[in-house]
């Protein structure tokens, strides 16, 4: 384990941060292809049932269920790098106090 698993590690949490915040605010971008495709199949649906003067009702559902699950993905995501960087923390933390205890001092 070095700093640089650290770093790659850090780097990867904030990016997840980020897109974590894009999804609440409700942009696109972070998606992956299927919730991207659900999100569309939402909207053109919902679209036309504006056009034929319908309810979006399960339309608004629709989107509103796909970027919930995509809050889900990334938060199962970032729990998971949280998770990573504590173990290589933790196990930097074992190899130090190993390297101390059969030390001749």
Not at 2 to 28: C, F, M, P, Q, Y
Not at 37 to 43: D, E, I, P, V
Not at 47 to 76: F, I, N, P
Request: hydrophobic share 35%.
């Amino acid at each position: 384990m070095g700093n640089s698993d650290l770093r790659r590690l850090d780097r990867a949490i904030r990016a997840t941060e980020k897109k974590l915040e894009a999804v609440r605010r409700g942009e696109w971008w972070p998606l992956n292809g299927r919730e991207r495709r659900a999100m569309t199949r939402a909207l053109v649906g919902g679209s036309y049932r504006v056009v034929r003067g319908r309810s979006t009702d399960r339309a608004e559902q629709r989107m509103d269920s796909t970027g919930t699950a995509a809050e889900t993905r990334l938060t199962a995501e970032l729990s998971a790098l949280h998770g990573e960087r504590q173990r290589l923390v933790t196990e930097a933390a074992r190899a130090k106090a190993a390297r101390k205890a059969s030390g001749w001092w």
